[in-house]
C-alpha cells in the first residue's frame, strides 16, 4: 500500500492510497503546538480499513509523526508550488 498527500491548503491535505482518496490529513489547532488528525473518510468496518488504521481517526503531536505511521509518507512544501499539482509521496 501506498500513502500520498495532496496538499489543499496550509495545515490541510487529502490523504491517497493507491492514488484514490480514502481521508483527509488536518492540522487541528491555529496555535502551538499542533495537533495532527488523519482520518478515514468512511466509517468502514474494523475489518475493512486500510493498515494502519486500526480506528476511524487517529491524532499526532507532530505531521511527521503522522506520515511516518503511514510508512513514511514524504512532504513537501514550497512558497512557489501550486497547491493542485503538489502530490507528496
Excluded at 488536518?26 to 478515514?40: C, D, F, G, H, I
Aim: one cysteine or more; aromatic letters at 10%.
Amino acid at each position: 500500500m501506498t500513502y500520498s498527500l495532496f496538499q489543499l491548503a496550509p495545515g490541510a491535505y487529502d490523504l491517497l492510497l493507491n492514488g484514490e482518496v480514502v481521508g483527509s490529513v488536518v492540522r487541528s489547532s491555529s496555535y502551538q503546538p499542533y495537533t495532527w488528525t488523519a482520518e478515514l473518510l468512511e466509517d468502514l468496518a474494523p475489518a475493512r480499513r486500510p493498515a494502519p488504521f486500526t480506528e476511524i481517526e487517529h491524532i499526532f503531536a507532530s505531521l511527521e509523526e503522522l506520515c511516518d505511521w503511514l510508512g513514511n509518507v514524504q512532504t513537501e512544501t514550497g512558497r512557489d508550488a501550486d497547491p493542485h499539482s503538489q502530490i507528496v509521496q
